[in-house]
């Protein structure tokens, strides 16, 4: 069964800025580059109800190939290098359809 994973954060670059579209456009990249990586979409928030402002949003085939990207080098690395000095704060959320067959 598939999965949706999603992190929604903020970033400590300000709003329009080059470093935010650069942050944006490496981690589309990087991250869609990964095998077992589908769907991979950046959207940005519109509400005023919460203060995470981007979403970087992902389906996995099954949860091996979940496993399989969060291991990747190219994944810890985006993480280890551009992730934890330039996101002040995030959510994740991993989702599979509800099954109403169980």
Do not use: N
């Amino acid at each position: 069964m598939s999965i949706q994973h999603t992190v929604v954060f903020r970033l400590v670059h300000d709003t329009g800025s080059a470093e935010e579209r650069e942050f944006l456009a490496t981690g589309r990249a990087v991250l869609s580059s990964i095998p077992g990586v589908e769907d991979f979409t950046i959207r940005r928030q519109v509400s005023p109800k919460s203060d995470l402002e981007h979403q970087f949003s992902m389906v996995f085939r099954d949860r091996e190939a979940y496993r399989a990207c969060d291991a990747h080098p190219a994944h810890t690395a985006f993480v280890a290098e551009r992730w934890v000095p330039e996101v002040v704060a995030f959510q994740e959320f991993d989702f599979q359809e509800y099954d109403f067959e169980d």
